[in-house]
């Protein structure tokens, strides 16, 4: 028998299950929180500040270390180590250091024998305060000019000519709010000390290297004391990218300090409240364009509000800045962003990591133009959209080599009808006076790669066993987004073994060290191609094993479905597992990979920092109530490149999912803090998140079809955690689309985000203003 | 959604607790209460805080950890189980005052692993991403359709609206329900 042409259950390209299928509907997955804790474990609660800036002055523990079952309190002064978790920078303390900078900071942490007690005697530490004027807007605070670090900027071309020559200036202003992630997993950690000085910790963490750094800093102790550990996520979102450092350093410095197990679980509410969130931005800009709409000059400040310290902020707002071109050809432009310092929670890492803001300006801009020149907003689009082999270098110097707008766009017109769906629309609108449709489309570019190189590496750890299992370790983490199976099919694959012989182990900074997060869409690309090369590295030896019991040259070796093959003689692959053993040929390999061609001149914030674009388009259709403001999305169809997917299904509900919490992060979920600073959303109940009745009635979402990656990326796949969320931008402006509809044409509709029925009110009696006659 | 508990639950579980924490206070309210629960078809003795939830007594104390804790406020419905075969959110409910057996995820599959057609129709249509809220979606979908509220896809939104799935799940959710249903009516 030759090498059949049987395939290999769940191999790439196959919408194999999600490996914890069964665990997840039987409940046998577990979680941190269903970790069986070992005996003696003490929990955790923390000590959150009341105030949003203020001086402490004084901490007392003595009232709570007198309540039953409290082991101890620590503050920042116990801290044996660094006080400083930061992710970039320097100086993000874990526990207040003299001054909080933001109401519900922690302050200090209780240990006892009892979740119960822990929090109670958490309200018996007796902090006093002398409080701060705090800074809580975007506005004031680039009235002050206070960063978290220093203003980006990224220009290109001749501002003074493009204006010169344009037939139009428009001025505007946008703003779109922050997001609370709300994975349904809190936060949560269990560290638990070893022998001489070592700690291991569990954390629901999407970057457990963080995770062991920050508590190495903490106790001051080395990176290879700390072991942290993760096997999956209760959902993440980027809120667990550097957010869990903390909760994981605040529970080793406990468990350092009582010598004893501690787990941190917080609290919904306390997790709302301590936790950072995406940044709201406001969006200014001055554009000029020719007849036609064609932009010719885009001056584009971006202000984000970064909260109290800077986390994540230099990498979310260069993304951000390399996003608002979006799909656009921009000659002459001139981008700022500012890290506006406020005392809020330290915004972070949040799906789309800067880049749906960016992209939200960008297309306010577009908005504005098609209306103010009464012009079809994709008229205006194809007007500026990336050219191939021409106009075709973003604001940062990168050339769109793959350029797919046209192609996702046509598709999208096929698969909906754009023209037909238009007129549905209209002729609704015309006879409706109080509930209005709109209708618009939304194309999305999205660079792949973390915008800092060095983040771009990955490595794997796989083991093939005696008896041809194989067990796979990489850095990546899983947190309900498939990535544990896509690797696993890249292993199965490259082997040419069934998925049920693949197992994998939790991530573990003990087994792959000094891993990148799990973030920026990512993962499967870095820790797909590590794993590939580990699982390489065995298959060689393997096939030289086998091309010496077959006499043959090894490559004359063939590994396909589940056996290995020299021409018509074969072995199972268990069979030459054992053989390989046998001969003392070791069935063990570290992977490794970097992604080739990305490089960033952080300088002059030019390089190429995306290996690819990822391309998508997606129209939506809404109703608005124009005298209540409610709005409801009626249909929605997207279109989606994931290059050649490794798994359509998985690829699916990313796409369906994102689009979904990106439609809360416009309409619905809105934060809201008081005058005092105080975050007044802190519960599903008053922060409302999309639920089974937000999901448009009508949703189709498809794969791009025959659109390998031509760049070499793991089976020619392409990311897609991220990228689908933009596409909800399409609801914003339909949303916009509808309020124009009660105004004269060429009027434009003053809507931020998100577009709560409030807003949605206000803009729909602003826009009946303008009709002459009112 | 119903829920077996009164509306002051969370406060006496919470804020007054949590608030007028003393020493004293604590002592009193911590002796613990006999009480009986019959899970998933056993019954269990149980010594516990007569603070404690339905959602803590099954996961702290009898170790079924397949219902989630998303919230602990009554608003998510990742704890939601089956007491006397209704849809209760278990985080809401004092464990002193459940009556009636109570069914968890852990208690759907047969004694032969068969998975409940609910279980199945999930895994068919890929209805979770993290898995999070997925043993509290299974148990409201179930609830949904014995209480005959999976008759139309708007039907099954409107009545599974309780329960959040950040990772957005939720058309396959509804087409999981509406593949288990004619044949959870079967079984
Ligand atoms: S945990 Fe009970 S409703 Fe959220
Ligand atoms: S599957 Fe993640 S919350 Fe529902």
């Known amino acids: 028998m030759t090498a059949p042409l049987a395939r290999i259950d769940g191999g790439v390209n196959t919408s194999v299950r999600h490996d914890s299928a069964r665990g997840h509907l039987t409940g046998q997955a577990l979680y941190v929180d269903d970790v069986p804790a070992p005996a003696g474990t003490l929990d955790a609660a923390l000590v959150l500040s009341p105030h949003a800036h203020a001086r402490i002055v004084s901490i007392d523990s003595s009232r709570a270390l007198a309540y039953p079952g409290v082991v101890a309190v620590v503050t920042a002064d116990d801290i044996p180590g ?22 519900g900071q922690a302050v200090a942490a209780v240990a006892a024998t009892s979740v119960a007690a822990a929090r109670a005697a958490a309200k018996l530490v007796d902090v006093a305060y002398e409080p701060l004027p705090p800074v809580l807007s975007v506005e004031e605070a680039l ?47 269990i560290a638990t000390p070893g022998d001489s000085g070592d700690m291991h910790v569990l954390s629901s963490t999407q970057h457990p290297t963080e995770v062991q750094r920050g508590v190495a800093h903490l106790l001051g102790v080395p990176f290879a004391a700390v072991t942290s ?114 005392n809020t929670v330290s915004n972070t890492a949040f799906r789309g990591f800067g880049g749906p803001q960016g992209m939200f300006g960008i297309e306010a801009v577009v908005d504005m133009i098609a209306r103010t020149l009464k012009i079809p907003t994709d008229m205006v689009r194809a007007k500026n959209y990336y050219g191939v082999g021409q106009n075709d270098v973003t604001p940062y110097l990168m050339r769109v080599e793959d350029n797919l707008i046209d192609r996702v766009m046509e598709e999208l017109d096929r698969a909906a009808d754009l023209k037909a769906w238009r007129a549905a629309v209209d002729a609704f609108n015309a006879k409706s006076p109080v509930l209005k449709k709109g209708l618009a489309t939304m194309p999305v570019k999205f660079g792949i790669s973390f915008n800092k190189p060095t983040l771009n590496q990955a490595g794997a750890l796989v083991h093939v066993y005696t008896d041809g299992s194989v067990l796979l370790s990489h850095g990546g983490t899983e947190m309900g987004q498939g990535l544990f199976i896509k690797v696993a099919q890249v292993v199965a694959e490259t082997f040419q073994v069934d998925i049920g012989h693949v197992r994998l182990a939790a991530t573990s900074t003990g087994k792959v060290p000094n891993t990148s997060p799990t973030a920026a869409s990512s993962g ?59 001969k003392r040929v070791s069935l063990s390999a570290a992977g490794f990979y970097k992604t080739p061609k990305i490089h960033w001149d952080f300088a002059t914030n030019t390089g190429r920092p995306f290996f690819y674009f990822t391309y998508g388009a997606a129209a939506a259709e809404v109703a608005i109530d124009t005298l209540t ?14 290059g050649r997917s490794l798994n359509p299904a998985i690829d699916l509900g990313q796409i369906e999912g994102a689009f979904v919490q990106g439609m809360g992060w416009l309409t619905c979920e809105e934060l809201v803090w008081d005058e005092k600073g105080r975050l007044r959303t802190v519960g599903p109940s008053t922060y409302k998140i999309p ?27 392409k990311a897609v955690g991220e990228p689908p969320l933009m596409l909800a931008i399409s609801v914003w ?37 303008e009709e002459p006659g009112r | 959604m119903t829920t077996a508990s009164s509306a002051a639950a969370p406060l006496v579980a919470g804020t007054l607790i949590a608030e007028q924490a003393s020493a004293q206070i604590a002592t009193r309210t911590h002796q613990p209460v006999d009480l009986k629960l019959e899970v998933n078809g056993r019954r269990h003795r149980l010594a516990i805080d007569v603070r404690t939830s339905l959602l803590d007594a099954l996961r702290e104390h009898l170790a079924f950890t397949g219902t989630k804790k998303g919230c602990d406020l009554g ?35 047969g004694s032969d692993d068969r998975l409940h057609p609910m279980q199945q129709a999930f895994i068919d249509h890929d209805a979770f991403q993290c898995g999070y809220c997925t043993p509290g979606q299974i148990m409201s979908a179930i609830g949904c359709v014995t209480e005959g509220h999976a008759e139309s896809d708007a039907d099954i939104r409107e009545y599974m609206s309780g329960n959040l799935c950040r990772c957005a799940a939720y058309p396959n959710i509804v087409d999981a329900i509406k593949q288990a249903k004619p044949q959870m009516q079967e079984g």
């Open chain 1, 629 to 642: 403001g409610e709005t409801r999305v009626l249909r929605a169809e997207l279109i989606e490149d994931c």
């Open chain 1, 82 to 103: 660094k006080n400083d978790i930061a992710p970039i920078r320097t100086d993000e303390p874990a526990l207040a250091q003299g001054v909080v900078l933001h109401e």
């Open chain 1, 733 to 769: 402006l339909a949303i916009r689309d509808a309020v124009a509809s009660l105004g004269p044409k060429g009027a434009v509709p003053q809507l931020d985000a998100p577009a709560t029925p409030e807003r949605v009110l206000m803009a729909c009696e602003a826009m009946r203003a």
């Open chain 1, 229 to 342: 550990e993760v096997r999956r996520m209760g959902g993440a979102f980027g809120g667990k990218e550097s957010q869990a450092t903390s909760f994981a350093g605040i529970a080793a410095l406990l468990a350092w300090k009582t010598k004893k197990p501690v787990k941190l679980r917080l609290p919904r509410d306390d997790d709302m409240r301590v936790t950072g969130k995406r940044h709201p931005f406001l969006i200014r800009w001055d554009v000029g364009c020719d007849p036609e709409g064609k932009i010719l000059a885009l001056d584009m400040i971006l202000a984000s509000e970064s909260g109290h310290v800077a986390d994540q902020t230099p990498a979310v707002l260069t993304r951000a800045l390399c996003h608002a071109d979006n799909c656009y050809w921009l000659p002459n432009v001139r981008l700022r962003g500012y890290p506006c310092r406020t």
């Open chain 1, 691 to 717: 639920g089974s009745r937000d999901v448009p009635p009508v949703f189709r979402a498809r794969i791009l079809e025959d659109a390998p990656n031509r760049e070499d990326t793991i089976f020619h796949s």
């Open chain 1, 143 to 189: 009235a002050r000019e206070d960063y978290v670090c220093p203003p980006i900027a990224i220009t290109r071309g001749d501002l003074d000519a493009g204006f010169a020559a344009s037939a139009h200036r428009l001025t505007g202003e946008v703003s779109c709010g922050g997001q609370e992630h709300f994975y349904l997993e809190g936060q949560v950690a």
């Open chain 2, 75 to 109: 608003q998510c419905g990742a704890c939601t189980v089956l007491v006397g075969g209704r849809r209760v959110l278990s985080c809401l409910t004092l464990a002193v005052a459940t009556r009636g057996p109570v069914t968890t995820i852990e208690g759907l599959t």
């Open chain 1, 524 to 582: 499967s690309d870095l820790n797909g191609m590590a794993a590939r090369d580990a699982a390489l590295q065995i298959k060689a030896r393997m096939g030289e094993v086998a091309a010496e019991h077959f006499g043959v040259e090894p490559s004359d070796i063939v590994f396909k479905a589940n056996r290995v093959y020299a021409g018509n003689r074969s072995l199972s692959f268990a069979e030459l597992a054992h053989m390989s053993w046998d």
